[in-house]
């Protein structure tokens, strides 16, 4: 299943910060880079953006409802989208027979999609009380994706990952397991995912999602649960 390009705002976590903005858009750049978005401003924007991808042969909408990691200026606690813009995207998703996607790293932002009815999201790294509450109550599916940053501490330095994305993940590492954690604990339902998109010669990235299910089990995950983020009705779950 393919998401295609990714729905940010300007400056928001799909933006590539260090590149003028006509190069960081899909639709304008006259170059091709990796992890290129289609940047949006205002409802009109994001819903047009999501008739675009929709035109493409897209599964499902990805949108960025916060800041992240691997966004240089922004961080992971920053909102991004407004509601409106939010539910812009949803319903145009909706009308297709379409979902969205959130990546959600905190809990404003989190907060703000699952109320506008994103229903699976990604990351999770900061939840506070209110956003594990309406997980539950809106049965949402969380994403923990905890090897990108497993993955990314232990192999970034020799891969030459930028410093100021090593620093974010310092900060952010312990404070995501405690968030899983107590999302686990009050029974938010988790499903795997890995979030790798970076290439390490020291592993083979691709494939280890087997490597999430340690990770969840390690964070006091009962076994059988972590087999069961994985599986749905019987069949595994296709990883996008």
Known sequence: MASGYPLSQTFGHGDIHFLPPELADARTSKIKVPFQSLLCDGEDEFRKGARYVLREGVDFIKIFVTGGVASQKDKPEFPQMTRGEIAAVVEEARRAGRLVHAHAESSEGYINAVEEGVKTLAHGMDLNQDAINLSVEKDVTLIPTLSIVDVALKFGPSNNLPEWMLEKLKEVHEIHAESIKRAYRERVRLATGTDFFIGA????????????????????VKPMDALKAVIKEGEIVKQS
């Open 201 to 220: 010669k020291e592993v083979q990235l691709y494939g280890l999602n087997s490597l999430e299910i340690k990770l969840l089990v390690g964070l006091g």
